[in-house]
């Protein structure tokens, strides 16, 4: 029987076992929107307002699921609309399938109506991309993007496809076997590099574990837990590994980078071996890098052979999947302990805490940002997931709720797309429909893609909305403030009344600006069924430390 | 900077060469020679390129190279000027 490519493509989607698309119908995508009226029961579609919402909600949905999350587009600016969110999954390593229409072949190359090169755009910002011109080639391209999506590290791909092949008939078979080079063999380590690694962590005297998204993305928590507990190891983590370990471990001393912890900052060059797990060295972690863990022997666990050497040279680079790696790892490890060692972190975290302190007391009566985060943490036993925008908000979600389970902070780290987290929580909610999911945004990111309001209004989506209201681009004012003079170039912003705008999209909203009322509207804003907008005006020149500013070294990390 | 030649085996499909080029041009590094062709009957390319790549990054534009989908095997030395 013969069956359209618009038929062939919700088959193979179905074959995929995929749950739930974002996406946005146009005239190229229309074959396959008819054929979703008839299939429509077997998926759940989501109709965003903008495709960059798509995308990001796609993220969140993949970011919690850990399976590639599916926007489905129209071509020329459907497209091109995507292309943030490709981008910023490539960066962060998200599994992602897009699916664009694109022209009738006959017209590829004039100039068509809605006619943009989405392949040619796409190219250095996916894992894999191509355009389908008939029908018969939709089953395997399919499988392929899925297949490439989410094996190997992750990442976006898009599948272009023609309306005529959308129109045409074919012949549906899904491919069991097809060839994709390389992607099987991830593992390339062996027990050589095994042994010379464990060597190396036993007898070390300072090690310091760097955990990052490599540790969620193969889901090695446990395994993390394991070698540090035995080693003694200290561990620290990214952006992106946040929540791998729990915030109450012994041995987990905070977050590195340029608004991490101090004590991991100041003491990542002391180590005299450091065990990076699944991340990658990226400028936001290492600072100046020249002067970069100048003492230490440097183990690099990754799944991309790329990372290896890139910006920092590995002395013992294991190729492979975390888990697989520090599974094989842990027989030869030794039982230690490095209390002296962790406690040059504690001594320095009470230097940390002096700090807070002061700056607790000097804010005593006002909202900080630190402050709703905390509460929000303790409110919600520190077990929500939280979607973090870009700036000062993203990095007072990062630094004070306290991460206990995995896959719990989502943000975008490599690119910083402002405007992420309202449709990324969307995904994330979908995805992870029984845990508590929040949106922490600034007045910046929120007006980006406050769009999506109606997206949340029209599926009933029961999203948490933490508006984070300074009147400023914080992190960029910050910088203004501490590197440009106080010059406020542009960072100033006049809003509309967010309250107003989320009632006219059906949704609960609140406002607070006193201290004393904050609390009791947060246990509102948890406890209330459905979506809500809590808008905290906090403080407007609150700044995020401890902080390595840029070109410094990570041990010139400042506390004010 | 040091001249290097680049041999790369890939599957034929096309946006090959592009996805390969645009690796070079996030490195700002330029192509000084360029011969590809189709193998025929086998469905694979052979590309040779050769361009002035800075020593210590060399080897990370080549694996970048090599995590491309469809290429099958990769290799450079340095080239004879």
């Given at each position: 029987m013969k069956y359209t490519g618009a038929e062939i493509l919700m088959r193979s989607l179905l074959q995929e076992k995929v749950e739930v698309i974002f996406g946005?119908?146009?005239?190229?995508?229309?074959?396959?929107?008819?054929?979703?009226?008839?299939?429509?029961?077997?998926?759940?579609?989501?109709?965003?307002?903008?495709?960059?919402?798509?995308?990001?909600?796609?993220?969140?949905?993949?970011?919690?699921?850990?399976?590639?999350?599916?926007?489905?587009?129209?071509?020329?600016?459907?497209?091109?609309?995507?292309?943030?969110?490709?981008?910023?999954?490539?960066m962060d390593s998200v599994p992602m399938v897009c699916i664009t229409g694109q022209v009738a072949a006959e017209f590829l190359g004039s100039d068509a109506f809605q006619e943009a090169d989405v392949v040619g755009i796409t190219t250095p910002i996916t894992k894999w991309n191509c355009q389908l011109t008939h029908a018969e080639e939709i089953p395997e391209a399919i499988a392929k993007a899925f297949y490439i999506a989410s094996h190997g590290r992750p990442g976006p791909v898009v599948i272009d496809i023609t309306k005529n092949a959308q129109f045409e008939k074919a012949e549906f078979k899904y491919p069991k076997n097809f060839y994709v080079k390389k992607l099987k063999t991830v593992n390339k380590f062996?027990?050589?590099?095994?042994?010379?690694?464990?060597?190396i962590i036993n007898k070390a005297k300072k090690p310091l574990m760097l955990v990052g998204h490599g540790v969620l993305i193969s889901k090695a928590e446990k395994e993390v837990l394991q070698v540090i507990e035995k080693t003694g190891m200290v561990a620290a983590s990214t952006l992106h590994g946040l929540s791998s370990i729990p915030f109450d471990h012994p041995l987990y001393v905070g977050m590195i980078g340029m608004h991490g912890n101090y004590s991991p900052n100041k003491l990542t060059n002391s180590a005299d071996v450091i065990l990076a797990v699944g991340m990658r060295f990226d400028d936001r972690v290492t600072g100046k890098l020249s002067e970069y863990v100048p003492k230490a022997k440097v183990i690099h666990i990754d799944i991309d052979e790329s990372e290896h050497h890139k910006?920092?040279?590995?002395?013992?680079?294991?190729?492979?999947?975390?888990?697989?790696?520090?599974?094989?790892?842990?027989?030869?490890?030794?039982?230690?302990?490095?209390?002296?060692?962790?406690?040059?972190?504690?001594?320095?975290?009470?230097?940390?805490?002096?700090?807070?302190k002061i700056r607790q007391q000097k804010n005593k009566n006002k909202i900080t940002m630190n402050v709703v985060l905390s509460l929000l943490s303790e409110k919600t036993k520190n077990e929500a997931v939280i979607v973090a925008d870009v700036g000062q908000n993203q990095m007072f979600s990062a630094r004070y709720y306290k991460y206990k389970n995995p896959d719990s902070y989502i943000t975008s780290g490599g690119l910083g797309t402002m405007g992420f987290a309202l449709p990324a929580t969307m995904g994330a909610k979908v995805g992870a429909p029984k845990r508590l999911v929040f949106a922490v945004i600034g007045d910046g990111g929120f007006q980006m893609t406050i769009q999506e309001?109606?997206?949340i209004m029209q599926e009933k989506?029961?999203?948490?909305?933490?508006?984070?209201?300074?009147?400023?681009?914080g992190m960029v004012r910050q910088w203004q403030?501490?590197?440009?003079?106080?010059?406020?170039?542009f960072t100033h912003m006049q809003n509309p009344d967010f309250i107003n705008i989320a009632k006219s999209y059906g949704i609960k909203g609140e406002q607070v600006m006193e201290r004393k009322k904050l609390e009791i509207a947060l246990d509102r804003f948890i406890n209330f069924q459905g979506p809500y907008l809590l808008e905290v005006k906090v403080e407007k020149e609150d700044n995020i430390f401890p902080m390595v500013a840029t070109g410094t070294s990570v041990d010139d990390v400042r506390l004010e | 900077m040091s001249r290097f030649t680049v041999d790369i085996i890939v599957e034929n499909r096309h946006g090959v060469l592009y996805r390969i080029?645009?690796?070079?041009?996030?490195?700002?590094?330029?192509?000084?020679?360029?011969?590809?062709y189709a193998v025929k009957g086998d469905g694979i390319s052979k590309i040779f390129f050769t361009?002035?790549?800075?020593?210590?990054?060399?080897?990370?534009?080549?694996?970048?190279?090599?995590?491309?989908?469809?290429?099958?095997?990769?290799?450079?030395?340095?080239?004879?000027?």
């Open positions: 946005y119908p146009g005239g190229a995508n229309m074959p396959i929107y008819d054929a979703l009226y008839f299939y429509g029961k077997k998926f759940r579609h989501i109709l965003v307002r903008h495709e960059q919402g798509a995308a990001h909600a796609a993220e969140g949905y993949a970011r919690v699921t850990g399976k590639p999350g599916v926007c489905l587009v129209t071509s020329g600016p459907g497209a091109t609309n995507l292309v943030t969110g490709i981008a910023d999954a490539m062996n027990s050589g590099d095994i042994k010379k690694a464990a060597e910006n920092v040279r590995a002395h013992f680079p294991l190729l492979g999947n975390v888990k697989d790696v520090l599974k094989s790892l842990m027989p030869y490890l030794k039982k230690n302990n490095h209390d002296e060692w962790l406690g040059d972190f504690k001594e320095l975290d009470k230097k940390e805490l002096e700090f807070e309001l109606g997206t989506m029961p999203i948490k909305i933490l508006l984070l209201n300074n009147e400023y681009l403030q501490l590197f440009f003079e106080k010059r406020y170039s | 080029a645009g690796l070079l041009t996030k490195r700002k590094i330029n192509i000084e020679r360029i011969n590809a361009a002035d790549i800075e020593e210590k990054i060399v080897d990370t534009v080549v694996k970048q190279i090599d995590k491309i989908i469809e290429v099958i095997d990769i290799k450079y030395h340095k080239a004879k000027l």
